[in-house]
């Protein structure tokens, strides 16, 4: 939850006021939709679409088509019988693990939104990099949660050296 509040404030600075959620079907996905939506909507930001998708479906289409607006052709591009999307959006937020996130962003691509920017959580992230299987992560930007060291005497002594050396930094 922490990171998706954190999404909404790198959006935010980047610019980036319009957005449309992808997150995943029950309680997790429920709770970082939230707090995405309160962050982003509390400093100005507009959320006009969110889907929810099938955790253990391997096929993620319906729900990115519907939020995407994908296939509702008007204009020129009913006449030319091309497919468009929505073009009211400025990017998109996703939380997802590691393989649903890859299969979103080939979709994301597939119909025709590998323009937006897609931020997401850092769940997308295996922690085992692997250069074929990330490259379809290519270009999404997650959040990284601080890294946690512990409390021992000697982690609290190290603590206490930099604070003296460097009184100024937090």
Known sequence: ??????AAKRALAMGL???IVLVPDGGWGARILEAFR???NAEGGD???YATFDPKAQDHAKPIKRVLRYGSASGDAAKTGETSRRRDVDFIFIAAQPAQARQIRQQLRFFYASRLPVLATSHVFSGNPSRSK????EGLKFADMPWVIGNSPEINARREQVRELWPTVD
């Open 17 to 19: 006021r319009t957005a």
């Open 38 to 40: 309160d962050a982003f």
């Open 47 to 49: 959320l006009i679409d």
């Open 1 to 6: 939850e922490d990171e998706a509040r954190a």
């Open 134 to 137: 990330d490259s379809d992560l």
